[in-house]
């Protein structure tokens, strides 16, 4: 089985600074992994993945997020944010086999940018 | 562009009440998913389904049931509905189980 921990449940922020919203996770096989984000009032959609590769990958609206196998992270980033970030972040994974194909979700993060 | 849509944002049922809630998908996707979400728990699996007529439990599927006798449309039942069912729901569909999932607006569920 896998679980995935997201240890901030709430990070504010001012407008323009960096962010970093943690995620670890633990399972017994390789895994897949996802950030999921929910603004308010909206289902979730995909921010960006790690299937395979190289273990930097960016999204389109400037988040990146690292793949750390040794620390079993995949910490979240972004350099200066903006207003409409706002929102709660998610964390998933998925293992690569078996284990039932099923997405294990973190508790999720708010992230709150302030002016 | 994928469209995933739920039968209604908000609903108010009464305790001991049978309730329906209708997911429907526009992108021939195999693979449908019932959610509940509620804060501080993140979203947790109730169903799941990876093709007509096939069902999979999840995390939690006490007190729930599902059926899919079409591709497009998988559809969640409260067979009695409690008050510790008063939650977030959100629909999801997927081409394949390692994929991204594609999430509906969600129904909020009051149940007094």
């Known amino acids: 089985a896998q679980s995935v921990t997201q240890l901030d449940s709430q990070v504010p922020v001012f407008e323009e600074a960096p962010v970093e919203l943690r995620c670890n996770y633990s399972?017994?096989?390789?895994?897949?992994l996802f950030w999921y984000v929910q603004y308010p009032n909206q289902g979730l959609q995909l921010l960006l993945k790690?299937?395979?590769?190289?273990?930097l990958v960016e999204s389109i609206n400037g988040f990146e997020a690292e793949f750390n196998k040794s620390q079993t992270s995949f910490h979240l980033r972004k350099p200066s944010v903006h207003i409409s970030d706002t929102a709660e972040y998610f964390c998933a994974v998925i293992p690569e086999a078996g284990g039932g194909n099923k997405l294990t979700f973190g508790t999720g993060t708010q992230l709150k940018v302030e002016l | 562009d994928v469209k995933v849509t739920q039968s209604s944002r908000y609903l108010v049922k009464r305790t001991g009440e049978k309730v329906f809630l209708e997911c429907v998908q526009d992108m021939d996707h195999e693979n449908m998913f019932w959610y509940r979400q509620d804060p501080g728990l993140g979203l947790r699996l109730i169903y799941f389904?990876?093709?007509?007529?096939?069902?999979e439990k999840g995390d939690i599927p006490e007190g729930y049931s599902v059926s899919r006798e079409k591709k497009e449309r998988f559809s969640l039942i409260l067979e009695s509905a409690s008050t510790n069912q008063t939650s977030m729901y959100l629909c999801?569909?997927?081409?394949?189980?390692?994929?991204?999932?594609?999430f509906g607006p969600g129904t909020r569920l009051t149940v007094t």
């Open positions: 389904s990876y093709d007509v007529k096939m069902k």
């Open positions: 790690y299937l395979s590769g190289s273990t």
């Open positions: 999801a569909s997927s081409p394949g189980l390692i994929y991204e999932q594609y």
């Open positions: 399972s017994s096989v390789s895994v897949y």
